[in-house]
């Protein structure tokens, strides 16, 4: 009975490459959630999807990033032209239900050179 | 977006003591949830409260959802030193749909 499954756990990337992540939700859970931790701080939400379906991604920025979950497979973030701002843990989460509490992932730690 | 004012920031205390932590808000949350992180991981969810005025444990963890639906406070009763880790709490508003706002964390150091 696997969690959400996260990879790669660490990620290195030179300032204008992507960054691709991926995220297999818990066995049945249709809602995936991406969110972005920066040191010794909260977490803070990007993007809300459903299968082939993004249901709110007020927290992504406008450029550069973008998440897909596709019918088959992994949820995906995306970041293009990566930089060194965008170093962080990101973290996806999902759940059966939309009113249930999350099930987190072990996250990405993104580091950008 | 909506902040959550999560306090202490950090705690440090002796094994056995116990721990209350807790935050507000100024606007209503209908979920409130409590997290737990420990370096290198996820959070893992802790407790979950759903109804304003709720108290809800979870073996030495009692959280309770405040009346007025703006606060929620987590207690950790005799603490031992694999309680160590950054406790989150998280509130989900009826009009954000399905998305989870974090406080910023209160980092609990347990003293053997």
């Known amino acids: 009975n696997a969690g959400v499954m996260q990879n790669p756990r660490h990620l290195v990337r030179r300032r204008g490459q992507e960054a691709r992540l991926r995220c297999s939700p818990v066995?049945?859970?249709?809602?995936v959630y991406w969110y972005r931790q920066l040191p010794e701080e909260g977490l803070k939400f990007m993007v809300y999807l459903q299968k082939e379906n993004i249901i709110d991604e007020s927290g992504m920025p406008k450029e550069r990033f973008s998440a897909e979950f596709p019918k088959e497979g992994p949820s995906i973030l995306r970041i293009q032209q990566v930089v060194r701002g965008d170093s962080a843990a990101y973290f996806c989460?999902?759940?059966?239900?939309?009113?249930?509490?999350?099930?987190f992932g072990s996250g990405t730690r993104l580091t950008v050179v | 977006g909506q902040q959550l004012n999560q306090s202490p920031q950090s705690m440090f205390i002796q094994e056995g003591e116990d721990v209350s932590m807790n935050c507000t808000s100024s606007?209503?949350?209908?979920?409130w949830l409590w997290y737990k992180q420990e370096p290198g991981e996820g959070p893992v969810l802790l407790i979950a409260?759903?109804?304003?005025?709720e108290l809800t444990s979870n073996g030495r963890l009692t959280a309770q959802f405040g009346i007025t639906r703006k606060d929620s406070f987590l207690n950790i009763s005799a603490s031992i030193p694999s309680d160590v880790g950054i406790y989150f709490c998280?509130?989900?508003?009826?009009?954000?749909?399905?998305?989870?706002?974090f406080g910023e964390g209160t980092q609990l150091t347990v003293n053997p």
């Open positions: 066995k049945g859970h249709s809602h």
């Open positions: 409260l759903y109804k304003a005025g």
């Open positions: 606007s209503i949350f209908n979920t």
């Open positions: 998280a509130g989900r508003k009826e009009t954000s749909g399905s998305r989870l706002t």
């Open positions: 989460a999902s759940s059966q239900d939309r009113t249930d509490g999350y099930t």
